[in-house]
Every structure is written in structure tokens, then in C-alpha cells.
């Protein structure tokens, strides 16, 4: 058996892996615990993750089968084929494996049947070791229903109880379940993608066996080689034009056995913590039918014109395999869809005649600038991200230049003269992490460091702390991002952004201000958002604030308002402090 290359620092949870890698470290400490799981664990190591692998090996690897179960290894054996998954490593047990626990390409032994046997039985009771809020299936659809007009929800916090039965509350089991459609492939983009993690969530949901695409940004040893176990799964790595860019896009196809498809856009990468105790977003889709098969080209478009930004969006990835997703979008009737695209792409960019800016924060400015109602210049534009870039040496260099300037646009005619609206940033404090559920580690999603904060001191004075008591979130770090401008007088919203996009000029864009040339929109990463404009989701020119109005819902934001300004001894959460 091959040992574990992440050796004392594997952070897995997930059965499978332990029968694909040895753990000399694990093995030690658990070769000498007694019967009644007492275990010894040196100090060097995390007692709580210790233990956790521990607990697993006692389910999988009984004392009484221990000796039985190496000699198994040894002779090229592995654990059980339907192994549940909770995180980590896939392995070649789920090529062996299908959603209705039956073997499909190899025989078993006398051993593996009896086996076998037992950990289905496990898997009957056991979902809840793996998936830590388990929601009852067959209400998604409900749910959705219910969430109209948004369909913006955020996902169930593990350690706060009331989010579990929140109406906007969600987890990806429900995302794939029965109630939304028969899924008969998926496509799955994002940047962290903790292959084991997933498709144990796809084996939970009955979908093992179906077709899965994922492009993913960051590097991950696990999914190189993931076809080779399981033939249905395509794993591509988005290729960068520089080092620095990242693709961040967090977005998900479902395809449904009816010919009917869903687009869900996300602030969570697809592994577990992310899902834990953290406060992501996710805007999900109206079920998207097929159009008849002699409809006009531009036929199934929405207002917003979303089905063309979308297909526009992933040709850009130049990757072949995504050619008959974007015919399918083709061919899907996106006419429900109330909210506009708004997406990233690496390169430089200018305006064009038909669409104006196509990406980044100036494509924004071209939508507020068509569509969203006139906006008082004394309303501040609110940004909440989990990280933060390099800003520059005042808040006038790129933040009000750029950033704001696109984001203060409205429909009120070129030529009325105009302030430039107040920033303000909501993004959590020392005191907001060392108070999480996690504690301290509840700032691992928050990638701000000290060399760029000591940069950009003037940015203390726009900070806003972390607070979500109304939503149950307070203690739940933000790993969402959102960007929007409201009015606490009269209690109104005038567009919301949900997006993977963080405050940064990489995710954003910068402009290339060369006074010879049209103006040039430098941007590094892939990210995806959506727009909601009052006009486009209610009718009207602004949402409801805090109560619904005249049958319209409130917006739902995801943290109180009024904000609450950094206290003179309060500091933002830096990355730093995790290693010091």
C-alpha cells in the first residue's frame, strides 16, 4: 500500500482514502491504543483531527479485523467498494462502484462479500458521519418556489442550529436532489475541488455513475488522475496566461434526464470546510427547458440577455469538452432567468459597440448605467469580499478611480453633475475570527495579508465588521462576496451583486489609462456573478430593505444593517496570524 504523500500532515476524513494510503504516523498511534479507543496522541499533533482519523479507522478496521484486514492490503485488497466519503482522496474503489451499492467491474472474494455487506448497512444509517446537516429529501423544489423572485440562498451553517431549518438556508445535497430533476450529468467549476468530498456528496445523492466535467483552478494532485478510477469523470485544469491569475468561477450545470438543464453560481469552493462553518452564497436557476427543436437561433433568451453572456463566458475557456454544454445552453429556454451574468475573463478589454464593456467591473458600470434607477451620490457603495488586494497608496488610486466609479453608475442622464459615493468595506476583524465557531481557524478562508495591509493603511477607515446575527451567521466567517448600494431612509436596494469576485484588481479589472488609446480593462482571473436590477426581478425601481413590501419579499442581505464602523482598536483578520 502506497503511503499517504501529505504523510503526518493529511487532513483527511474520508474512509476511502485510508484503504488507498497508509499512514505510518496513524498506524503507530492506533497499533497502540487499547479496545475502548484510548489513544496516546503525541502533542505535535492536532488532538480533535487525530482523533477524527481515528474514530474512522475504528469503523473501518476493527481491532478484532485488524490482522485480517493488512493481510487483505497486503495481497492488493482495498476497502469495501461503496465506502461512503466524507473528504479527500478519491481512489479506484469508486470505478468499482455504482449509486445502488452494487459492484460493477470486479469480482469479490468470499471476504470482500461479507464485507461488503456490512458497510452498506453502514452507509444505510450513517449519511450524518459524512454530511454534517443533513436535510430530509424530496423539499428542494418547494424550497426554490418558495425563495422567488431571488433564488438566492446561503448554505446551512454546521454549528448554528437555526440556519438548518432556515428557509434560505441550503446544502449541496439539496442542490442535487430528486425534487429539482433526474440529473443525468453535471458540470462542476471552481477552484478547490476536493474530488473525494464531491462525489461522496454525488454518491449520497444517487448520481455516482453520471457524466461530471470540472474544470478546477488550483492544483490538485487527486484529480489528475481521477478518470482512470472513474471513467465518468472528466477533470480538466484551467491553463492561466500568467502566474498570478487565478480561476476563481465558482458555477455548476445540471443536466436533467428530461432535456431540461440548471445553472447554479457560488462563492464556495467544492470541499468541505467551505461548506462547514462558513457564509457562502449561491443564486440558483430556474429549471431551464429544452427549446422545440425548429425554434429561432435567439429564441429562449432572457431580458437580461444571460444565455448569451454565459455561452460568450465559457467560450472563452477554449476547452473542447465544454462545446456540448454551451450547445445545450444554445438550446435551453433561459427566458425565466431574471438576473444578469456578469463574469471575469483574463485580458485585455474594450468597449464595443453592441454590449459596451463585456467583463469585469466595468461591464457592471454598463449595466447600472442602462438600468439601474437614479441613486442619490450621498449612498455608499457597500463591498464585502473574503479577500482583499492591493489597492494602492490611497483610496483615490484604485478604489474610487475604478472601482467605485463604475459602481456609482446609474440611469440618470450624462451631463448632471456628480460626487463620488462613500466606500465602504465589510470585512472581518481580528475580534470576528477569534469569536467564530472555528476560532482563529475560522480565518483560513480569509487570505489577507500583513504585506499588503501595511501597504494600504488609509483602508482601516472604510472597514465594517462582520455581523450577521439576523441570518445566525455572526460567527460564521464570510467566504461570500457581495457588492451593493442601499438606502437605510427608506429602506430600499438598488442592485445586488452575488459573485466568486473579490475586491481586487485581478478579479475586477484595472484600466490601462493610456491617453493615445480607448481605455484598456486589464484583468487576470475567471469569475462569475450575477446582477439583480429591481426592474428585472420585481418591477420596480428599488427591492424592500428589512420587511416585505406591498407582497414584494425583502432582499435578503447577508448581514445586518446599519453596519458597524471598525472601533479605533479593532484590525482586520490578517493570514499572518494563523502562522505566528
Known amino acids: 500500500m502506497k503511503e499517504c504523500p501529505y504523510g503526518e500532515k493529511c487532513y483527511r476524513k474520508n474512509p476511502i482514502h485510508f484503504g488507498e494510503f497508509s499512514h505510518a504516523h496513524l498506524d503507530a498511534i492506533y497499533k497502540k491504543g487499547n479496545a475502548s479507543g484510548d489513544y496516546d496522541i503525541p502533542a505535535k499533533y492536532s488532538s480533535e483531527m487525530i482523533q477524527t482519523q481515528l474514530r474512522l479507522l475504528e469503523k473501518l478496521f476493527p481491532k478484532s479485523e485488524v490482522k485480517k484486514e493488512n493481510k487483505a492490503n497486503v495481497s492488493g485488497s482495498k476497502l469495501p467498494v461503496n465506502a461512503p466519503i466524507r473528504s479527500g482522496t478519491s481512489t479506484s474503489e469508486f470505478s468499482n462502484s455504482n449509486p445502488s451499492g452494487s459492484s460493477t467491474s470486479r469480482s469479490a472474494g468470499p471476504d470482500d462479500t461479507s464485507n461488503l455487506a456490512k458497510k452498506q448497512k453502514l452507509n444505510a444509517k450513517n449519511i450524518r458521519d ?197 450547445a445545450r445552453i444554445r438550446k435551453s429556454d433561459f427566458s425565466a432567468i431574471n438576473v444578469f451574468f ?107 495579508g500583513k504585506n499588503t495591509n501595511d501597504k494600504q493603511p488609509w483602508l482601516k477607515d472604510h472597514l465594517q465588521q462582520w455581523k450577521s446575527n439576523d441570518r445566525y451567521r455572526s460567527r460564521a466567517m464570510p467566504h461570500i462576496k457581495s457588492y451593493t448600494r442601499f438606502n437605510l431612509e427608506d429602506q430600499s436596494v438598488y442592485w445586488f451583486v452575488l459573485t466568486s469576485a473579490n475586491l481586487s484588481k485581478a478579479a475586477w479589472g484595472s484600466f490601462n489609462k493610456n491617453s493615445n488609446i480607448q481605455p484598456c480593462l486589464r484583468i487576470a482571473n475567471y469569475e462569475v456573478g450575477v446582477l439583480f436590477l429591481p426592474r428585472f426581478v420585481t418591477g420596480e425601481d428599488t427591492f424592500p430593505l428589512g420587511n416585505n413590501r406591498d407582497g414584494v419579499p425583502a432582499f435578503p442581505l447577508p448581514y445586518d444593517v446599519p453596519l458597524t464602523p471598525y472601533a479605533p482598536d479593532d484590525k482586520p483578520f490578517l493570514m499572518d496570524y494563523l502562522h505566528g
Open 342 to 448: 456578469l463574469g471575469s475573463v483574463p485580458g485585455g478589454h474594450r468597449e464595443g459597440a453592441v454590449r459596451g464593456h463585456p467583463w469585469g467591473h466595468a461591464r457592471l458600470a454598463s449595466l447600472l448605467s442602462k438600468h439601474a434607477a437614479p441613486i442619490d451620490d450621498r449612498i455608499p457603495v457597500i463591498c464585502q469580499s473574503s479577500s482583499i488586494g492591493s489597492l494602492g497608496v490611497n483610496v483615490q488610486a484604485w478604489i474610487q478611480q475604478d472601482f467605485v466609479n463604475s459602481l456609482k453608475k446609474d440611469s440618470t442622464p450624462v451631463g448632471k453633475l456628480r460626487q463620488m459615493p462613500a466606500f465602504k468595506m465589510i470585512y472581518p476583524s481580528f475580534g470576528n475570527v477569534s469569536g467564530s465557531h472555528d476560532g482563529m481557524l475560522g480565518g483560513g478562508c480569509l487570505p489577507y
Open 130 to 326: 459524512y454530511i454534517p446537516v443533513v436535510v430530509e429529501k424530496g423539499g428542494m423544489a418547494k424550497k426554490l418556489e418558495r425563495a422567488a423572485p431571488y433564488n438566492m440562498f446561503f448554505t446551512a451553517i454546521t454549528d448554528s442550529k437555526p440556519t438548518h431549518s432556515e428557509a434560505l438556508s441550503i446544502t449541496l445535497q439539496e442542490i442535487l436532489d430528486e425534487s429539482l430533476g433526474e440529473i443525468e450529468s453535471t458540470v462542476q467549476i471552481n477552484f478547490m475541488v476536493d474530488i473525494g468530498w464531491l462525489l461522496g456528496h454525488y454518491y449520497f445523492a444517487g448520481i455516482l455513475s453520471k457524466p461530471l466535467l470540472v474544470l478546477y483552478g488550483d492544483e490538485s494532485p487527486e484529480l489528475l488522475s481521477i478518470s482512470k478510477f472513474k471513467p465518468q469523470v472528466t477533470a480538466i485544469r484551467v491553463k492561466m496566461p500568467t502566474p498570478f491569475a487565478t480561476s476563481h468561477t465558482k458555477m455548476m450545470f445540471l443536466g436533467y434526464s428530461d432535456g431540461s438543464m440548471r445553472v447554479v453560481i457560488s462563492t464556495a469552493n467544492l470541499y468541505e470546510d467551505d461548506w462547514h462553518n462558513r457564509t457562502q452564497g449561491l443564486w440558483i436557476s430556474p429549471k431551464l427547458p429544452a427549446l422545440p427543436e425548429d425554434a429561432d437561433t435567439g429564441a429562449g433568451e432572457s431580458q437580461t440577455g444571460f444565455k448569451q453572456d454565459l455561452m460568450l463566458y465559457l467560450v472563452e475557456y477554449k476547452i473542447s469538452q465544454l462545446q456540448p454544454w454551451i
